[in-house]
């Protein structure tokens, strides 16, 4: 059972009627749900995710003191400590009575804060610039089971993607760095018979090239261990996660690396080909550094095209 499911029917069975019998008066104020840290919260747990962190838990957020007190928000924890132990077959976690971090009673504002240093999900140009996208992803991430308060719901909508123009930036970087370390340092690298500083720029262009794909599919990029399964489910430019695979896995042999060249071009070419259909380039050739600054001159904010071009891409600053 996937735990997106398994917290849903936890909740359902036991969350819900403990909230409407014991905190009905406070229910329009109450959000319900599961996300942030873990695999499930993506999705992406298997049987091997059972093995830590992985319960019949869910979230319940509440909103400021100023709303719901400290004393509820305390009777509240000791209700959810009271649920049952073990749930189809899993276990809750005894590390906290409470749910732990992850789980249990949440203040609002203090897991939105945690995750993107923002109370209520508005975020300043230079936020937008620095915040790691799996911090972004790991706020928006999961499913909320009702938001009677609709202030979860809300802060998600503020987050949901990048504005256009730090997409744009974002993107930008990304093919600047692609083109310096796919397009013109791997081969460098090899030429100066410096093998794993050839293994090491196929990497940093698989990095780039993967968080470029995230985004013109105009989707979070979540964290690095779930690059590849996330990248699968995508609806453009999937098919390149067997390709990037297969760079990172191989070695620079002379026969390999003339494959892994052309191979780098081909993922160049497509992610040109969906820039073009994007009409977010006016270059027309396969040099993906051109493409870089032609992304970023179509910025419309002027402060922020006039950014250095990697300003957004959090390794540079």
């Given at each position: 059972?996937?735990?997106?499911?398994?917290?849903?029917?936890?909740?359902?069975?036991?969350?819900?009627?403990?909230?409407?019998?014991?905190?009905?008066?406070?229910?329009?104020?109450?959000?319900?749900?599961?996300?942030?840290?873990?695999?499930?919260?993506?999705?992406?747990?298997?049987?091997?995710?059972?093995?830590?962190?992985?319960?019949?838990?869910?979230?319940?957020f509440?909103?400021?003191?100023?709303?719901?007190?400290?004393?509820?928000a305390?009777?509240?924890?000791?209700?959810?400590?009271?649920l049952?132990?073990?749930?189809?077959?899993?276990?809750?976690?005894?590390?906290?009575?409470?749910?732990?971090?992850?789980?249990?009673?949440?203040?609002?504002?203090?897991?939105?804060?945690?995750?993107?240093?923002?109370?209520?999900?508005?975020?300043?140009?230079?936020?937008w610039?620095?915040?790691?996208?799996?911090?972004?992803?790991?706020?928006?991430?999961?499913?909320?089971?009702?938001?009677?308060?609709?202030?979860?719901?809300?802060?998600?909508?503020?987050?949901?993607?990048?504005?256009?123009?730090?997409?744009?930036?974002?993107?930008?970087?990304?093919?600047?760095?692609?083109?310096?370390?796919?397009?013109?340092?791997?081969?460098?690298?090899?030429?100066?018979?410096?093998?794993?500083?050839?293994?090491?720029?196929?990497?940093?262009?698989?990095?780039?090239?993967?968080?470029?794909?995230?985004?013109?599919?105009?989707?979070?990029?979540?964290?690095?261990?779930?690059?590849?399964?996330?990248?699968?489910?995508?609806?453009?430019?999937?098919?390149?996660?067997?390709?990037?695979?297969?760079?990172?896995?191989?070695?620079?042999?002379?026969?390999?690396?003339?494959?892994?060249?052309?191979?780098?071009?081909?993922?160049?070419?497509?992610?040109?080909?969906?820039?073009?259909?994007?009409?977010?380039?006016?270059?027309?050739?396969?040099?993906?550094?051109?493409?870089?600054?032609?992304?970023?001159?179509?910025?419309?904010d002027?402060?922020?095209?006039?950014?250095?071009?990697?300003?957004?891409?959090k390794?540079?600053?």
């Amino acid at each position: 059972m996937k735990g997106i499911e398994l917290s849903r029917e936890f909740f359902n069975e036991y969350g819900k009627p403990m909230l409407e019998a014991e905190f009905s008066e406070f229910l329009d104020k109450l959000s319900c749900g599961i996300c942030g840290s873990g695999s499930e919260c993506l999705g992406f747990d298997d049987e091997v995710s059972a093995d830590h962190d992985f319960e019949p838990g869910f979230c319940i957020f509440l909103p400021g003191e100023d709303i719901i007190d400290r004393r509820t928000a305390f009777l509240l924890e000791r209700a959810y400590a009271k649920l049952p132990k073990e749930f189809k077959g899993y276990k809750k976690s005894i590390l906290s009575p409470v749910g732990g971090a992850r789980r249990g009673v949440i203040r609002t504002e203090e897991f939105f804060k945690e995750k993107v240093g923002s109370a209520n999900g508005i975020l300043t140009v230079r936020e937008w610039l620095s915040i790691p996208e799996q911090a972004l992803c790991e706020a928006t991430n999961g499913e909320i089971f009702f938001d009677n308060f609709g202030e979860v719901s809300t802060i998600r909508r503020n987050l949901s993607y990048f504005p256009e123009d730090i997409r744009l930036k974002k993107l930008a970087g990304e093919l600047l760095l692609m083109a310096q370390s796919g397009q013109y340092n791997y081969k460098r690298c090899l030429d100066h018979g410096e093998y794993a500083a050839a293994q090491m720029a196929v990497f940093e262009f698989v990095n780039n090239a993967m968080s470029a794909i995230f985004l013109l599919n105009k989707v979070y990029k979540p964290y690095y261990k779930w690059g590849f399964k996330a990248l699968r489910q995508l609806p453009k430019l999937s098919i390149e996660a067997e390709i990037m695979e297969y760079l990172i896995t191989t070695d620079n042999s002379p026969e390999i690396s003339e494959e892994k060249y052309y191979a780098i071009e081909g993922i160049a070419a497509d992610i040109i080909d969906e820039l073009a259909e994007q009409s977010i380039t006016k270059a027309i050739c396969g040099d993906l550094e051109k493409h870089a600054y032609s992304v970023n001159d179509g910025i419309n904010d002027a402060d922020i095209r006039n950014l250095h071009i990697l300003a957004a891409i959090k390794e540079t600053l």
